[in-house]
């Protein structure tokens, strides 16, 4: 008989609001997971995937049921499979990455050569009511929709956004695409009526990109500004724009970029949930 997939419900506990990655790998990638089973009930369950724009690794979730007998076993049968796949595809590197605290399987990486790579903290906020500064300065707003009719600035900002991008995460450097498809790429969901950008003296000073999340939630993206002033203007106004229509913001803050940090500092943030990845060279 066909093994029936874990209920995720009952398998894998469940982060306050939230979702562990072996949940979203599941159902992303149905034919990339693998369930484990050797006393007849599932004890383990795997997922892989690969990402387009970071071709060399693969990305991987395992969890392991903490009844399991036989758990440092079921441990290396789980990673030697993880690792064959890494060497079937050719990737130079393997990455997991989840909430912290860490479950077992993930800690237990730390002993097969896994380091800690990078640290997000994952958070909301709700606007409404909430006491906004007014920095004023000079320049004109302009939302997506003004910008993208712009060809010449649209493409100097797609540009810099793919630059600034292509360093990011340094564990796991993204390749070059081209600029039509880093388009359509980034301006996925971009909310188009929202402030954008801010122009000052005819020049491009900063912008930010917004994402429609669901019905009442948006989630900060890729942010750049000339220096800090401009760019605490413009983020700002967006906070103004999204309070006036009645939006939670949502954003991922890496704890080793200081203008991500300043900006989780600078709200109330709550629901702050820690976001680890671990990488190891295959």
Known sequence: MRPILPNKTEFVPHAPENEHEIFSGMRTYPDNVKVYHPHGTIDATSVFWHNKLHPNALNFA????PKATERAI?????????????WKFDDDR????DYAPQHPFNQWLSTRGF???????IATVDLIGLSLGNPVGPGTLKTFAEIS??????????GQSMSQYAGKP??????????PDWSALISHRQMSTAPFALIQDGHLAAFSFLYDFD???VELGQMNGVNA???NRLLNQQLKWLQDHDQILAGEFEMANRLEMKIFQSLPFKDVNKYEAYMRLA
């Open 62 to 65: 395992v969890y392991v049921d």
């Open 74 to 86: 079921l441990f290396q049968r789980v990673y030697t499979d993880i690792q064959k796949l890494a």
């Open 94 to 97: 393997m990455i997991t990455r």
């Open 115 to 121: 380091h800690l790579v990078q640290t997000k903290l």
């Open 149 to 158: 009719r712009q060809d010449q600035l649209y493409q100097h900002i797609l």
């Open 170 to 179: 340094a564990f796991n450097p993204a390749i070059t695409i081209s600029l």
């Open 215 to 217: 019905d009442r939630s």
């Open 229 to 231: 002033s401009a760019l």
